[in-house]
Structures are given as structure tokens and as C-alpha cells.
């Protein structure tokens, strides 16, 4: 199993930024994605930013060039910046970890964060 504890988020004005972090435990070596998802109200989850084993970075086209996703190997922690953020981006914003597990995956979350944009 693996544990995801989310920090950061809130609340900024268009234009703004806001960082989010989210720390794994558990079987780590396990993982072979990570990254992070968001749901609007009304709408379904939508990945936003993923890093995969063969260390390939993938974002959704509306974040790309403003959002960032980076990982700390030491600090088992993975985090996304998020830069001139618009209204669109408000969400609760959803820590997400993808491992083996037999011949399938297990996908694991964390609790969630919510990430208001408005001015």
C-alpha cells in the first residue's frame, strides 16, 4: 500500500500561483506513476500533470507551460507548481500513485486539496 498526504493549495487571484505538495510512504519502490489529477464541481477527474517510470512527464494541454511537476527522490515527495492560474483552474486538486500489484495496479489517492482561483 501507499500513502499520499497532500499540503498546500487555497485560495489566489487570476494570475496568481500556488504550490501543492504530496508525500508518499509505503511500498514507494512500487510506484510507476505519480502525479496529480483535479475535479471541478460537476465534472469528472481529469489528469492534470504525471510522471512515469520511464521518467516521461505528461500534462494536460490547458496547464501546459504554466503548471510543473517535479519530485524530490530523497524527500519521496512530488510537486506541482502552478503559475498564472485562471479561474479554470479551480478545483480540488487530487495527489495520485499508480503501483504494481500482481499482474495488474492499484491506483492510490490522497485526500485531496482544493484550489480556488477568483478575484
Known amino acids: 500500500q501507499v500513502q499520499l498526504v497532500e499540503s498546500g493549495g487555497g485560495s489566489v487571484q487570476p494570475g496568481g500561483s500556488l504550490g501543492l505538495s504530496c508525500l508518499a510512504s509505503?511500498?514507494?519502490?512500487?510506484?510507476?506513476?505519480m502525479g496529480w489529477y483535479r475535479q471541478a464541481p460537476g465534472k469528472e477527474r481529469d489528469l492534470v500533470a504525471t510522471?512515469?517510470?520511464?521518467?516521461?512527464?505528461n500534462y494536460a494541454d490547458s496547464v501546459k507551460a504554466r503548471f510543473t511537476l517535479s519530485w524530490d527522490n530523497a524527500k519521496n515527495t512530488v510537486y506541482l507548481q502552478m503559475n498564472s492560474l485562471t479561474p479554470e483552474d479551480t478545483a480540488v486538486y487530487y495527489c495520485?500513485?499508480?503501483?504494481?500489484?500482481?499482474?495488474?495496479?492499484?491506483?492510490?489517492w490522497g485526500q485531496g486539496t482544493q484550489v480556488t482561483v477568483s478575484s
Open positions: 495520485h500513485a499508480r503501483t504494481t500489484y500482481g499482474a495488474g495496479y492499484l491506483d492510490h
Open positions: 509505503g511500498s514507494i519502490l512500487s510506484i510507476y506513476t
Open positions: 510522471f512515469t517510470s520511464s521518467s516521461v512527464t
